[in-house]
Each structure stands twice: as structure tokens, then as C-alpha cells.
């Protein structure tokens, strides 16, 4: 059983950073890409989710979205099953619950986390940029 665990998430003033984490257990993630999604504030639904980006088993090839592409860094620690996301310059657009998830298949492109469902998330950290 895969189980996420979201930290990092809090209020912030538009254009600061922050930085979120996910420890990541029951599975050897460094076999796997993984990647950051997020669902807005009215969007409750969980097809709502927006993926922000992802980050292939190694940490070698990432790909983001158009819309933090440059502001946004994704890493992982393999060492620690730990992801991260570096969020610089931030948006009030950008408030939202984050989430992060693991590859259902070993070492594939991380754009594939673009486009997958995925059966179960964690429970998510809330990131508010204030304008």
C-alpha cells in the first residue's frame, strides 16, 4: 500500500517561495517517477486536479506545466523517499491543495504523470498566496 504524506503548505505573501515535501512509503520509489498535482480552491472535484510536475525515477529529466514552468522546481531524494517542490515567485493564482503521486509503471517518462490516473492520494497540503 502506497502511502503520501503532503507538508509544507501555508500562507504566503504573492511572490515568495516556499517549499513543499511528500515522504513517500511502501513501494521503492526510486524505481518510479512521481510527480506534483494540484486541485483550486471550487474545483472539488478530484478530475479537477491540475498537474504541475514531475520528475522521472533518477532526477536526471523533469517536466513542468506551462504555467509554473520557471518558477517551479521539482527534486527528489531517493535516499529519503522524499519529493520536493521549489515554489518561487509565487501567484495568488497559484492557492490551491497539493498532492503529490507515484508511477504505477518502473522508470517511464515523467511526462506520463501528465495524463494517468491514479487510484489513491494523500491527504494533501494547502498553499495560499495572498495578493
Known amino acids: 500500500q502506497v502511502q503520501l504524506v503532503e507538508s509544507g503548505g501555508r500562507l504566503v505573501q504573492a511572490g515568495e517561495s516556499l517549499r513543499l515535501s511528500c515522504a513517500a512509503s511502501?513501494?521503492?520509489?526510486?524505481?518510479?517517477?512521481m510527480g506534483w498535482f494540484r486541485q483550486a480552491p471550487g474545483h472539488e472535484r478530484e478530475t479537477d486536479r491540475e498537474f504541475v510536475a514531475a520528475i522521472n525515477f533518477s532526477g536526471a529529466t523533469t517536466f513542468y506545466a506551462e504555467s509554473v514552468k520557471g518558477r517551479f522546481t521539482i527534486s527528489r531524494d531517493n535516499a529519503k523517499n522524499t519529493l520536493y517542490l521549489q515554489m518561487n515567485s509565487l501567484k495568488p493564482e497559484d492557492t490551491a491543495v497539493y498532492y503529490c503521486?507515484?508511477?504505477?509503471?518502473?522508470?517511464?517518462?515523467?511526462?506520463?504523470?501528465?495524463?494517468?490516473?491514479?487510484?489513491?492520494w494523500g491527504q494533501g497540503t494547502r498553499v495560499t498566496v495572498s495578493s
Open positions: 511502501g513501494r521503492t520509489f526510486k524505481n518510479y517517477a
Open positions: 503521486n507515484v508511477d504505477d509503471y518502473l522508470f517511464r517518462s515523467p511526462i506520463t504523470m501528465a495524463s494517468q490516473a491514479f487510484p489513491s
